[in-house]
């Protein structure tokens, strides 16, 4: 069973900060990875995918990830108060037709 | 483009009841999903759709939950009778075929539902 793990948090960074969001998974195999931002009351939404080892930027979000690790990575600068939400990190499941999700990672931005 | 329409938006009802949730998918997706989020959980896949076929019901818990995506369209979850630790958003998502190797998927705004 394929598993994603994240750090509940929460995660609280100053207004204009770097907010760094991590995501480990199990299975080796696993090739692509996404990230969906929360916000309290609402549903997930995507922001990233990240198929390739390495970096893949979007404005002011950059999604890193590391194969050999196990290890992906959201970084957003100059965080915002409006940033304040649950990010989740997500991969395909064994058979590739949908999607775990881990628990999500609660980040605060204050101003 | 219209996004994954779901409703009722809230629903509360007492513990043994019957409840529905309803959804329609993004024009176009055939790939329908039924995820349900508990508190503080990132969200669990509970039934996945390919047209109108059941492709992956194996979380669904069957003696309780049910299901249908009767044209291949929009796509009805059930639960009967409802306990209270079925208290959760439940999630409609769709996606484009997943022949097409696309797994991106796209939430509804869910459907909140409170089991008193």
């Known amino acids: 069973q394929k598993e994603v793990e994240q750090n509940s948090g929460p995660l609280s960074v100053p207004e204009g900060a770097i907010a760094s969001l991590n995501c480990t998974y199990s299975?080796?195999?696993?090739?692509?990875f996404f990230w969906y931002r929360q916000y309290s009351g609402k549903s997930p939404e995507l922001i990233m995918f990240i198929y390739s080892n390495g970096d893949k930027e979007d404005g002011r979000f950059t999604a890193q990830l590391n194969k050999a690790s196990q290890y992906v990575s959201l970084l957003i600068r100059d965080s915002q108060p409006s940033d304040s939400a649950t990010y989740l990190c997500a991969a395909p499941n064994q058979a590739g037709t949908a999607l775990i999700f881990g628990k999500g990672t609660t980040l605060s931005v204050s101003s | 483009e219209a996004g994954v329409v779901q409703s009722p938006r809230y629903k509360i009802i007492e513990k043994k009841q019957p409840v529905a949730f309803w959804c329609n998918p993004i024009?176009?997706?055939?790939?329908l999903y039924w995820y349900r989020q508990n508190l503080g959980q990132g969200p669990e896949l509970l039934i996945r759709?390919?047209?109108?076929?059941?492709?992956?019901d194996s979380q669904l818990p069957k003696d309780r939950f049910s299901a249908e995506r009767l044209k291949g369209v929009d796509s009805t979850l059930k639960i009967q009778p409802a306990e209270l630790g079925d208290s959760a958003v439940y999630l409609c998502?769709?996606?484009?075929?997943?022949?097409?190797?696309?797994?991106?998927?796209?939430f509804g705004e869910g459907s909140w539902l409170t089991v008193v």
């Open positions: 998502a769709s996606s484009p075929s997943t022949s097409s190797g696309g797994n991106t998927i796209y």
């Open positions: 299975d080796r195999g696993s090739q692509s």
């Open positions: 759709y390919e047209n109108e076929e059941a492709v992956d």
């Open positions: 024009s176009g997706h055939n790939t």
